[in-house]
């Protein structure tokens, strides 16, 4: 997945319609989002992550989607995340707005998506439809693409000032390989337990065998 363009309303610190063309920053795939702590760089992250799968970028402290609108909207203003990205040779956009209460409206704005394809014109409403579609599309979950691609930064500062053996358990949770962690140790405890059989069979049949008399030793030979 290949983001091209994201544009925030209302959304975090960014209250006017906000776009970044990450085009405009060459085809290497490799640059730095850099500012002042406030600035409002990890909402671009979370900008991206909300627009995929309805949920904030970031670790075990991210915030909850319902807290994206600004502060400082207009009751009448609307809060959304549009992403345009490619994906496999075809490039797809995709529009998603958090719950939020508004000001002199009885009814709570509910989340919300659509996502079209330009290629094809097919289009995908409904938040979990579209949720869905992004999940078959990238082959990820929203824990997995958390994973793997948005690691949090407070995670990776914990990496970064961790020992060895801290930062393979940090690893293990960030990653989720703790299941093939719990595989290993199965095996592990079923090969030892196969040793020890093993183990104890050849000592019965030593046994066994010495316990024999000389005469059913000579019959055999």
């Known amino acids: 997945m290949k983001p091209l363009k994201l544009t925030l309303s209302a959304f975090g610190p960014y209250l006017l319609p906000t776009e970044v063309d990450f ?3 060459g085809g290497r795939g490799l640059f730095l989002i850099t500012g002042d702590t406030g600035a409002g760089k990890t909402t671009l992250f979370d900008g991206i992550t909300f627009a995929l799968y309805g949920t904030a970028s970031g670790g075990r402290d991210r915030r909850d989607s319902a807290a994206f609108r600004s502060d400082f909207a207009d009751p009448k203003q609307e809060t959304w995340v549009e992403l345009t ?7 797809y956009r995709l529009r998603r707005n958090p ?3 508004r000001e ?3 009814t709570q704005r509910r989340h919300d998506a659509e996502m079209t394809c330009l290629e094809t014109g097919q289009v995908w409403t409904r938040a979990k439809d579209v949720t869905d579609e992004v999940v078959r599309l990238l082959g990820l979950t ?3 693409f958390r994973q ?3 690691i949090a930064q407070g995670d990776f500062l914990r990496i970064l000032h961790a020992g060895s053996d801290e ?3 940090m690893f293990r949770e960030i990653f989720g390989t703790q299941l093939y962690n719990r595989i290993g140790e199965r095996v592990a405890e079923d090969w030892k337990r196969a040793r020890d059989d093993r183990q104890s069979a050849a000592e019965a049949y030593q ?3 010495a316990a024999l008399p000389p005469e059913a030793m000579g019959e055999e030979l």
Do not use: D, P
Not at 85 to 91: I, S
């Open 142 to 144: 929203e824990q997995q």
């Open 85 to 91: 990205f490619e994906h496999r040779g075809r490039t």
């Open 167 to 169: 930062r393979e358990l």
């Open 148 to 150: 793997t691609a948005m």
């Open 23 to 25: 085009s405009r920053l």
């Open 207 to 209: 046994s066994l065998f």
């Open 99 to 101: 719950s939020y209460e």
């Open 104 to 106: 002199g409206f009885k």
